[in-house]
């Protein structure tokens, strides 16, 4: 397909073209680049070579440390961008001219250094997955039920911590914080968190600004959403469960927020669009949508350890979420509430109807009663010092493989 | 005091030097500033006329839509440009000088526009008001256990849309939201917020950075800490009650976030320090505090509609809150979690002790129970299309006034 040899199992294929930012080296001006096998291309040594020319962007407009300004462009222009990138990577005139410069504007990735690659004004993280609100719901409340009555009725969802987003590969440090034994006793300590956890989710990135007053409907809500991350939402349980009455989630989350190094558009996840889950009872009309609004990419959390490499942990897929991408934006903006190009709004740990797809370990390991094995004999309730998940994210059909690379972490 | 004639009872005495951000017309580039009784004093005018020479500041420095920057000079700079302006405003050579150029720098209040003066990255409201948090628990709680077990020891707060904070005398839209008429009852309507409510807040900006894994000491939180300005959480209480289980409050804040114009440095409010209230149970050892951390700010909040104007809603105070600012951001960074210039972090609506300082109309009206009546002869237990809240916040003592002048917002 291209005159680049690369492998046939990589999440970046000629179908894909994610969009980061890296630098090359220490001491290089961060760049927006994209993706091919195991590649890193750099669009703005690309935009020098003149093969974006006719797009009429600024001289070194790719060279920025956030893609927030090349979101900005619209979906008109990122699209055909996107088009000239894979015609110069198959074949023709101007493939034949970049294969000629490719030693320009082409990096091994593992040479280089990924950046965050966006400027996130604000964090929502949602709560969209049945399964995973019927667990937590089940071990805290009451399995009868463990559902709260406004669930099935609106995209539940909270403000995170925008500065505490931070990239791929960026180390964990294990939080301190209060917490006590049992949840009336009143007499709180305050040290290295216990039960740290991962939280296996997807995030859209808003791709059109809004003002204060204007609300976004459902059914043109793919207009503002430019492309997707997988996101680790790492969770202090014990200091989430003691601080999070009356006003929700605080410092057992905002320690850190891995999310992946590339963000997948969404014209690349096209092909893998699905139904979504029947809503029952039906929604209220400003959250109705038609078509097929969700997506079939499939997510996996893993464990490497210093004594085993790529446990799998967990098996599930964005398509289990109830509410998709289109009802979580509309309700986002249903009160009036504005939007910034680079925002990131969060599925919520989505975890797969049966246990084997949970995604957390508060869940797999069903609030710590049920210790899980790993290959070295050891046990996990929850995460320990040395500890690193591996979140990874991709789509395939009919031999068309989008992916979103690895979202990684290593807890100290 | 001051070559410069200004009314007595002004909140921009001599001794406060606020920061703010202003355009003198429509076409203008924005520029930080400062305000003196009733004049807005431009900061880069000052600049360009070599009054600050000696900080060897950039040129245009000042030109800038946010104070950001100016934070980032740090506090040994931004207290010797508020000396510089102290100086400038009262006698001597410097003062001769300036009173020549006055025209060169000094604009009239009311003919220029003032903005944002913050590029807000995280906005937090805290929720540290023990009236406040004994009020609402007793109105949807238990009167006997109206605070929850958590709460007298730690600071609870939730993270704050930052996307819809905006300047004094911008409009406020009433939301549309989800909201039943009885909690338990799953049959959720969508329109109109019916219960649109204010909170009488204070907030303060963070002055300095930190990174990812770093804490700021509970005794040095105040070299973190820039100054502060008045802060409406406008709320709608319906959209509000209905969606906040599990995850605490959403889109019934994040419609609007009103801030003063003005950002009062707190060397301004050093004179007006006040022991804290007596913290019982003790606090953990990471937000023990020593001295005078509280501030002696008087707070108010009035109503203005077609047929009456000013109308005295509630007299508070800064000093009621339980929690002090430094314990707010020692908790909030006791994880690790980042802060950055220009974060805001809020009070949460301050109440008095006794019902004619209750900072909200949900505790004036006891959730809508008791309505006030106004000068006009109606009634309000929430508000109305057209009211106009004015918040107002000072300090004085002997003879020193410093204030944030008004916080206003008129709801559609």
Redesign the interface.
Known sequence: MSWLNILTDTDFTIYNFPLGVFKKDARAQPAICSALGEYVVDLDALHELGFFRDFKLPKRFFRKDSINDYIALGKNITQAIRHRLIDIFSEGKRANSASKFRYLFLHQMRDVQLLLPLNI??YTDF?SSKEHATNVGSMFRDPDKAL???W???P?????????I?VSG?PI?R????SVVH????K???GASKRVDFELETAFVVGRNTQ??E?IEAEQAEDYIFGMVLLNDWS?RD?QQ???????????K???TTISAWVVPMEALDPFRVPSPKQE?AV???LETTGWRSYDIELTASLSSQSFDNHRLSVSNTKYSYWNMCQQLA??T???????IG?LMASGTISAPTPAGYGSMLELSWNGTKPMLMPDGTQRTFLEGGDTVILRGFAEKKGIRVGFGECVGRLN
């Open positions: 004004g604000d709560y709260l009555p406004n099935l009725h609106i539940i969802g909270y403000h995170g911590r925008a500065s505490s931070i960026t440090h939080p301190n914080g209060q949840l009336k006793e009143p709180p300590t305050f204060i007053g609300t202090a200091i003691w601080e999070s009455q009356p006003l929700g989630p605080f410092l057992g905002s320690f850190a009872p209220l009309p400003y309700h986002h249903s009160n009036g509430c504005s939007v910034r925002d």
